[in-house]
């Protein structure tokens, strides 16, 4: 699961089949819609979940006034892989609002977690996932640390949003836009610097870990899948408009979003 800016520009209308697109804003407000009618407007702490699945064509992008008036824009996007078992599942989208995840605090109050999806020690998010996964925002104080007990069958990663800090008990430096990779073991442990920049006070780390598919893996475009074959049979499904039409919503157009 490989953290994606999203583009302040947004997209045109597009295809997508055999995973999940998870965009999560902080800050800022953003469109989205599907073919099979999926979308909103989410705004700081709101995340939209996009199963493609069999396939679908969806848009996103700021409102028009947002780009046009300069606004705080800060988000990301995952693409998550679904196992073969679930590639051709009929596509779903989940709306998870900021005052729905899963609040919890480190016990000397220095570090707030957003339990989005999977869970943390009991606490179970409001997302959804195919298979076992938990994506957390977390948010330390200078100088807070956090050990947080993690399943020894997933996988760990520390994504960057804000701050600077390290991770890991050997305490390794990590900064604004870094990934760290955790390795075996039952806990991930986070620690913000003393210091922090004047225009970021506190670290701000998205958590994200879940149990390997384990299975062949071929990409291409807006296409994931597990052969060769099943990628050109996508393609051909696109081309032949079988992935769904765009959908006459007031607001949306085939160039984006209108004000």
């Known amino acids: ?67 046009m008036s300069g606004g705080l824009f800060h988000g990301l996007q995952l693409w998550v892989n679904l196992p073969a078992k679930d590639k051709m599942m009929a596509p779903r989208y ?7 995840v899963q609040l919890l605090t480190s016990p000397d109050g220095g570090a707030l977690l957003r339990v989005i999806a999977g869970e943390l020690d009991g606490h179970a998010g409001p997302g959804i996932t195919h298979t076992p996964i938990t994506m957390i925002h977390a948010t330390l104080a200078p ?3 956090v050990t947080l007990p993690w399943r020894e069958d997933f996988n ?15 305490r390794r430096p990590v900064h604004l836009g870094q990934t760290a ?13 003393e210091k922090q920049d004047a225009h970021t006070p506190d670290l701000e780390v998205v958590l994200l870990g879940g149990q390997p598919i384990r299975e062949p893996m071929a990409h291409y475009g807006p296409f994931v899948m ?34």
Do not use: C
């Open 143 to 145: 100088g807070a640390e």
């Open 1 to 67: 699961m490989a953290p994606q800016l999203v583009s302040p520009k947004g997209t045109p209308w597009y295809p997508h089949r055999g995973f999940e697109t998870v965009t999560y804003i902080i800050d800022g407000i953003f469109d989205h819609q599907d073919s099979q009618g999926g979308g909103g407007t989410i705004t700081n702490g709101d995340t939209q979940w996009m199963t493609a699945g069999s396939g679908l064509l969806h848009i996103e992008a700021p409102p028009e006034s947002l780009v």
């Open 94 to 100: 989940q709306d998870i609002r900021g005052g729905q």
């Open 226 to 259: 597990n052969t060769k074959d099943e990628l050109m049979q996508a393609f051909e499904d696109f081309q032949k408009g079988r992935l769904g039409t765009i959908p006459a919503v007031h607001g949306m157009t085939e160039s984006g979003p209108q004000a």
């Open 181 to 193: 990779v955790f390795g075996t073991g039952s806990s991930l442990t986070v620690r913000a610097d």
């Open 156 to 170: 760990g990663l520390a994504y960057v949003l804000a701050g600077k800090g390290s991770v890991g008990t050997e």
